[in-house]
């Protein structure tokens, strides 16, 4: 049977894509972060942790990821449920809110800052409306708070598409049959979405919840443009170490502190969001 | 307990009209068979008395209120849905109580109409299963359970047993009627299968092009076909219709015609021959008009025998052969 390799065969060029891409690249990372002048040590994880920025940075990240993600998923499925009632233009109202998903970070960063710099939009806006007397500075270290929501409302604004469009796939595979057994037997329309729907999506809400926690945990741009250093996360000091303090060692060790979160975080949502074979339809 | 009464129903999709002012009459307590061939509006029907559908025109009435307006969760019924529709994330107990915890019933109730339900379809050694682990009958039985549960006043089944296999078909159809009619609640049911139909039904409508052909007993439409449709979809064979010299069609089932001895009857060649055990089933020609004849019992007659037939006058149904509508005997 020449059959038995075939499925192997068609699955090598991807494995050997990841091979190279991302295998060799992952064991040469984690040789830096544990390595300090060519011997073994694990003086880059002490540099890192000892620095002040450290526990700053992870902070920020975990408030981002938890402030950031779940909102984006409320919003999704808000909108998602919206999308289901259209009975025209459904097409058209998806592509609009799919937008910020073709913007890239840094262009979207930048288009939050023009917005909401000491001569923004924002500042001019409400300084015209007679709520401030003069411009206030939202994005300095001195307002961290309104600092911290700028750079969510941001990400939030940029990355709920691909939330939205997740779902979307979802609701679209669900049978409507469904939701017209639980209206049929006195679902409320909340009760039927917290009943049936809600359940019915667990796939596509673990997708979307992996896909933009591990994103979220990453986020870069947006952050290096509203905040710079003001607004330390994992990411942004991974880079800081590398170019302006030229020490690929600690931040590789960023590198792989964001790793394992990352695999912790799929890891918890694999677990808590399985859908057992027999509930499967 | 209700009866449903449908005034004026009607029901454009786009250019398409699926219904064409429907009027139907449904008593307390009745079984009433939708029979039609596919595409004849029997779902997009039965989807407006759920209200799941909006009618273009028309009222709904169930036990005498105007339920136009409602929504379905606000009609008092139930449903089984032709692929079933059973949730798939709830255990069979929790399927089955799910119409009555909606609506908020209490656990003692919720708790004994499980049982009952369950034991009335024989659910019993699977109520901790899920759906995927249930066969397509226990998984139609389900969908049964659940509409019983909730003691609706009128019940709606859109060929609930056509994804079954014939055998199973049968076993479930008795079953179906015996657990309705102990249930006593008013039931529409949707099907294509005229046997299905005949079997289960004390009325049937047959609908044709989004109108009513007729409505009777089993016995009625099928002995008194209103029309040459009705007639031709309701059996199997279908009835013979014999064109005649003064424009008229003879309807005449194929079990209502004898063999006679004498050339006094019709001359019938026979082309093919079917044996079924219980019936002889003869096709063949009769003065260039192709015609069937099913014999009760075991028959040894070759094909190109030619016979001589005689139609049971009583069981003759004369027919206008350009409207196709049967003429009042008389
Ligand atoms: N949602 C819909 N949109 C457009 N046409 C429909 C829709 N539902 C049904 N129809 C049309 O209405 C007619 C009746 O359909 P249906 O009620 O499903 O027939 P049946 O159940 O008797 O097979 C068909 O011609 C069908 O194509
Ligand atoms: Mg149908």
Redesign the pocket.
């Known amino acids: 049977m020449p059959i038995r390799w075939l499925p192997y065969a068609l699955i090598a060029p991807a494995a050997l894509f990841l091979g190279v891409l991302f295998v060799i690249p992952l064991v040469q990372t984690g040789a830096l972060a544990f390595q300090v002048h060519d011997a073994w040590a694990l003086g880059n994880f002490t540099r890192m942790t000892g620095d002040l920025n450290f526990a700053d940075a992870l902070r920020n990240s975990f408030q981002l990821v938890l402030v950031a993600v779940p909102v984006q998923l409320c919003l999704a499925m808000g909108m998602a449920m919206m999308l289901r009632h259209l009975q025209r233009g459904r097409a058209i109202v998806l592509w609009v809110w799919s937008i910020p998903l073709g913007i890239s970070d840094l262009a979207a960063g930048l288009v939050w800052l023009t917005i909401l710099t000491d001569q923004g939009y924002l500042n001019s806006v409400l300084f015209h409306l007679g709520v401030i007397a003069a411009p206030e500075g939202w994005l300095t270290y001195e307002t961290p708070f309104a600092l911290f929501m700028a750079v969510a409302i941001a990400e939030i604004w940029r990355a709920t598409a691909i939330v939205l469009l997740i779902l979307v796939a979802g609701v679209q595979m669900l049978p409507k049959e469904y939701g017209e057994a639980a209206a049929v037997f006195g679902a409320s329309p909340w009760q039927a979405f917290t009943k049936v729907t809600l359940p019915l999506l667990r796939p596509s809400i673990q997708s979307a919840l992996i896909l933009r926690t591990v994103l979220a945990f990453e986020a870069f741009a947006v952050v290096m443009a509203l905040g710079g250093r003001n607004f330390p996360v994992l990411v942004s000091e991974a880079y800081a170490w590398k170019h302006f303090n030229q020490d690929t060692g600690v931040a590789a060790a960023y590198a792989l502190v964001i790793m394992a979160i990352s695999v912790a975080a799929t890891l918890v949502f694999l677990r808590l969001l399985r859908t057992p074979v027999e509930q499967q339809t | 307990m209700a009866g449903v009464v449908i005034d004026g129903i009607s029901k454009s999709?786009?250019g398409?009209v699926?219904l064409a002012a429907l009027d139907l009459d449904v008593a307390d307590r009745e079984f009433l068979a939708l029979l039609?061939?596919?595409?004849?509006?029997?779902?997009?029907?039965l989807r407006i008395i759920a209200g799941l559908e909006t009618a273009t025109t028309g009222r709904v009435l169930i036990g005498g209120r105007d339920v136009t307006q409602l929504p379905p969760r606000a009609r008092g019924l139930a449903m089984v849905f032709q692929n079933y529709a059973v949730f798939p994330h709830l255990r069979v107990r929790d399927n089955i109580a799910f119409g009555l915890k909606m609506s908020g019933a209490d656990r003692d109730r919720i708790a004994r109409q499980v049982r009952r339900t369950a034991g009335l379809l024989q659910l019993e050694p699977y109520l901790d299963r899920y759906p995927a682990q249930l066969s397509g009958g226990q998984r139609q039985r389900v969908a049964v359970a659940r509409a019983l549960a909730v003691e609706p006043a009128l019940l709606l089944m859109?060929e609930p047993l056509s994804n079954l296999d014939a055998l199973l078909r049968l076993d479930m159809r008795a079953e179906l009627k015996d657990v309705l009619r102990e249930a006593g609640t008013t039931t529409i049911y949707?099907t294509?299968d005229q046997t299905e139909a005949m079997a289960l039904a004390d009325r049937i409508a047959v609908?044709h092009g989004?109108q009513i052909e007729q409505i009777g007993s089993p016995s009625a439409i099928y002995h008194t076909p209103a029309t040459r449709f009705v007639g031709g979809f309701v059996g199997a064979p279908p009835m013979n219709f014999l064109r005649t010299a003064d424009g008229r069609l003879m309807g005449i089932r194929p079990e209502d015609i004898d063999l006679v001895d004498e050339d006094a009857g019709l001359a019938f060649r026979v082309s093919v021959v079917e044996p079924l055990g219980a019936q002889t089933l003869l096709t063949g020609t009769t003065d260039g008009q192709l015609l069937r004849v099913a014999l009760a019992g075991e028959h040894a007659i070759a094909t190109g025998a030619a016979l001589y037939l005689r139609p049971r006058p009583d069981r003759i149904r004369w027919m206008d052969a350009a409207t196709g509508r049967a003429i009042a005997a008389g």
Do not use: E, I, M, Q
Not at chain 2, 36 to 45: A, H, I, V, Y
């Open positions: 999709f786009g398409t699926a039609g061939p596919s595409g004849c509006g029997k779902t997009t029907l859109d949707v294509h609908l989004g």
